[in-house]
């Protein structure tokens, strides 16, 4: 069995690792002529269009998956119109877009911020009555690590958002606005305690498996750690994520792993959004789980039967974004390095260290010393 | 880092896999043009010599090893004169030759079977008084699995080999030699209670660390089974088994993974042979310890820290030879696949199954499970 990813990055790289063993096979298609994962596997470089390699590309391998979700709908379609593509368009289609994706969540009875569509003047000054100020403007397609997002805290920064992104004279210039798009979702900020976030899996025949949620915490709009299982989460809450988790994958006939990202507030959990594919916040599970996050992926897009969840241990994956980080701490029992072979920039991940411990106090004794290893 | 690995097939394959998440990259040498690391590294195709290919390979890495122990000398050679090659030449001349790793073992003190050297038709047919019958009369070079090998279990048995392997009216056929090698030991038979293992790694600032010592099962003269730890094993022969492996890694200034096995007797221990590399009866240790033997020996040559070799549990290594395996068993829970890629024959190793629990009796239902499920 072959497989072709649609992405050459640290994400493609990990799951050609992880199917490695089973035996299979992996191309990745990037445009870069340097991604990380032409290291591990086979690289096909061409631009993210119906190309002649492109086309060759799906000629050369039996089943096909992504590990971004900006996957331009019109190459899904020619890769499902010629062989499986897991998961599939439906997925593409509404992670895409906020609004959509925002709107499958309330058809679903999935908890969700107040939120409204703005594509105009009107609309954008309308948003502080229908969702309440503060709240969050973002562009409906594209946008990640904050990107392409204003904040609105008052009237006064809502008429100056206005003027910048809808002027009364005419259009906006190119400049302001992110990536060429002027369709955006308002949505209201949210008061959370914490971020938790799901894995889940779905094979091709249904069966559905969860990992622990994980508490996570960013640094500078970027994540920088992911503890497993979340602490302190309640039975109930535990259930409602995996209910959740489960009408997504059961309404998209999802196969491969999806995360969902939510946020904990004191009136319950609030949806953040959903990418359907593996996810940094699911990188611990890499050693902390007996099956780790891209394994389980690479088995259900190939139709091998799911493994195994449960925890190892308490589990942390700490991200290096920007930074190396000392190899001493390869000495300490437990503390798994995961290096992407990319050169290191600022605010880019070029690896994250997986850390596993008896108990949540030894996991933070644990992380701090990886923290002053940090270089 | 670049590494370059001496053998394409499945232990090269395993070191690759193992060696990319700490961002290493790899590339594999060998005459095969279907050796199965090719799916998963660089593979450069050329016979095991100097040619201008080996010298290209030899530019384009950093550090080498290798994955089968017939190295040719004159090959390890030109590789040590130009970059790293971990573990050494020493380790190579010793375990090339049955008398010399013999030997090398009595001046380490390490016990071993008597033997004795036999290379005309008197030294054969006074190896009788010398090892006592039976002995078991080995080649002195090459040979595995049973090859090059004869069982002498009476006077009579003796005087017919060496009619056949020195006649008195001139030399010996080609074909009644194995490889055309006509050099012997002679080994008095040992009566084993069971075969033992032990991995163990020196890095290159001659830090030592050990795993548990596997039990090992065979059939048909392949390796069958490992599990580890060897249940029922006195601290004593640990501690024996534990200092015997660190005076060859030191004699040999050895760098890299090392495996010894050892027959138990009733009298105590006694050493078969080593291998100057990963082995299948370690493999159990890529889940069932905290870090795996191919990591460590890739941690090892690139000059990393070791990494704990803690048993997460007892651990059992399935072997698949000439079979497959239906994949349900992916549904078991710490029951983890690894198949080489290689089509399947007769007597050949296309996998292992690595079996975890969490006592002994739930590890023998596993490996039933297992054996059950073999196609």
Chains 1, 2 share one sequence.
Not at 74 to 92: C, N, V
Not at 204 to 230: K, M
Request: aromatic residues 10%; charged residues 25%.
């Amino acid at each position: 069995m072959k497989v072709g990813v649609l992405g050459g990055g640290q994400l493609g790289r990990m799951m050609a690792i992880a199917g490695y063993p089973l035996g299979i096979e992996f191309g990745l298609f990037d445009p870069a002529k340097d991604a990380c994962g032409g290291q591990v596997a086979k690289l096909h470089n061409s631009p993210f269009e119906v190309t002649e390699e492109l086309k060759k590309f799906v000629d050369e391998y039996d089943v096909f998956t992504y590990e971004f979700e900006n996957v331009p709908l019109e190459l899904a379609e020619y890769i499902s119109q010629h062989k499986p593509l897991y998961p599939g368009k439906d997925a593409l289609y509404y992670s895409q877009h906020r609004l959509r994706e925002k709107q499958l969540f309330v058809d679903l009875g999935v908890p969700v911020t107040k939120f409204s569509k703005v594509d105009d003047r009107a609309s954008l000054l309308n948003a502080g009555q229908e969702v309440g100020i503060p709240f969050i403007l973002k562009t409906t397609t594209l946008g990640y690590d904050g990107k392409g997002q204003y904040r609105v805290t008052s009237e006064a920064e809502l008429a100056e958002l206005a003027d910048k992104l809808f002027p009364e004279d005419g259009e906006a210039c190119e400049h302001t606005t992110y990536a060429g798009v002027s369709e955006y979702i308002a949505e209201a900020f949210v008061n959370f305690t914490r971020e938790l976030s799901i894995i889940s899996v779905r094979d091709q025949a249904g069966n559905c498996v969860f990992y622990s949620p994980a508490e996570n915490e960013h640094r500078d709009g970027i994540l920088h750690l992911s503890v497993a299982p979340a602490a302190n989460l309640s039975d109930e809450k535990l259930a409602n994520l995996q209910s959740y988790a489960r009408k997504l994958l059961e309404k998209l006939d999802y196969v491969g792993v999806l995360s969902i990202e939510f946020f904990e507030t004191d009136e319950g959990l609030v949806v953040n959004e959903f990418a359907p594919r593996v996810h940094n916040s699911g990188h611990w599970s890499m050693e902390g789980s007996i099956t780790g996050q891209f394994e389980n992926h690479i088995r259900a897009i190939c139709g091998l039967p799911l493994g195994d969840t449960t925890n190892r241990s308490v589990s942390a994956m700490y991200n290096l974004v920007g930074h190396d980080v000392n190899r001493s701490v390869m000495t300490e029992s437990d503390v798994h390095l995961h290096w992407y072979g990319k050169e290191i920039k600022d605010k880019r991940k070029v690896g994250h260290v997986n850390i596993l411990a008896e108990n949540y106090d030894s996991l933070n004794k644990k992380i701090e010393y990886v923290d002053g290893q940090i270089i």
